[in-house]
Structures are given as structure tokens and as C-alpha cells.
Nanobody
């Protein structure tokens, strides 16, 4: 069982940066693949990026080169560094955990979710 709590959201101007954190519980946190997803108003939840236990990362094309996922297993924490933010990045951002060593890009493949944190990017 894993419990996840996101933090770090807020309001930022276009071109700015934010760093989201996701604190997890559980002694086996390091063996989980951790994903980030986002959901804008009126839209479906979409994949942002993931990091595996071996720190392999993968990103959606819309954020590649601007967002970076990292993890600190000693602190049971995953990060999403977001640079060059655009108004279209505005959404509620969720972290998710998958008890599998292989990464995944669909929300149905993740069994544990945080409550989400709002990111708003103004023009």
C-alpha cells in the first residue's frame, strides 16, 4: 500500500518554472514506477511523464525538453520540475504509483494516486 501527497502547485507566469513534489509512504517505495498525470477542466486526464525504479524516464511529447521527473528514494519523494511553462500546462497535476518495474503511460495502469495539486499558468 502506498499513500501519495503532492505539493508545490501554484500560479506562475508563462515562461516561468515550478517544482512539484510527491511524498510517498511505504518501505518499498523505491521499487515503484512513479508517474505524473494532469487534467485540465473539461479534458481527460493525460500522461505527463514517469520514472522507473532504475531512473529510466519517459515523457509526453507536449512536455519533453521542458519537464523533468526525478526521485529521491531516501526521502520517498518524486519531483516534477516544470520549466518554460505555457498557459496550456494549466491543470491539476497528479502523481501516481505503479507496483511494476516497467513504466506505463495510461492512468489505468497505476494503482495509487495522490489528491492532486493545481498549477495555473497565466499568459
Amino acid at each position: 500500500q502506498v499513500q501519495l501527497v503532492e505539493s508545490g502547485g501554484g500560479l506562475v507566469q508563462a515562461g516561468g518554472s515550478l517544482r512539484l513534489s510527491c511524498a510517498g509512504s511505504g518501505r518499498t517505495f523505491s521499487r515503484y514506477t512513479m508517474g505524473w498525470f494532469r487534467q485540465a477542466p473539461g479534458k481527460e486526464r493525460e500522461f505527463v511523464g514517469f520514472i522507473t525504479w532504475s531512473t529510466i524516464t519517459y515523457y509526453a511529447s507536449s512536455v519533453k525538453g521542458r519537464f523533468t521527473v526525478s526521485r529521491d528514494n531516501a526521502k520517498n519523494t518524486v519531483f516534477l520540475q516544470m520549466n518554460s511553462l505555457k498557459p496550456e500546462d494549466t491543470a491539476v497535476y497528479y502523481c501516481a504509483a505503479r507496483s511494476d518495474l516497467v513504466g506505463a503511460t495510461t492512468s489505468a495502469q497505476y494503482g495509487y494516486w495522490g489528491q492532486g495539486t493545481q498549477v495555473t499558468v497565466s499568459p
